[in-house]
């Protein structure tokens, strides 16, 4: 199983509204960024990801799993843009703030501490055990 975060504004779609489509999930669309898009391709079924909110919060507020892996996105016109689809696990008892994730030093090469804009991006097994423990799993 690999580890992966998804970036998201809550006031766009949040934690609540991942929750909210229940095992059904829903489709991680939208996502018009090469890089972000190459991530999504490598998941597979199962894969675990963090749920971040971005903007004013900017922190993984739960947990999410990989229910399809990458299809065309609904969304786009443009045959190239591909998305999978997620649904909610588990909120964290307590978020993650990028603050916190920059201040652990054992994080000091997450992508999330160096390239925080990217919407889509893997997180190794020790990241993901950190961040876990930090929010009090």
Request: hydrophobic residues 40%; glycine residues 6%; negative net charge.
């Amino acid at each position: 199983m690999a580890f992966w975060l998804f970036k998201s504004e809550p006031n766009t779609w949040g934690w609540d509204d991942q929750v909210a489509k229940g095992a059904a999930g829903e489709e991680w669309d939208g996502v018009r960024n090469y890089q972000a898009r190459n991530n999504m391709r490598a998941m597979k079924t199962g894969d675990r990801g963090f749920f971040y909110h971005s903007l004013s919060e900017k922190a993984v507020v739960g947990i999410v799993e990989v229910i399809a892996e990458a299809h065309p996105d609904s969304k786009a016109d443009d045959p190239r843009w591909e998305c999978v689809d997620i649904k909610a696990v588990m909120p964290l008892p307590r978020p993650v703030t990028l603050d916190m994730c920059k201040a652990e030093p054992r994080l000091k090469d997450m992508v999330l501490v160096n390239n925080s804009r990217l919407s889509v991006q893997p997180v190794t097994d020790e990241e993901w055990r950190i961040v876990c423990e930090m929010g009090g799993l």
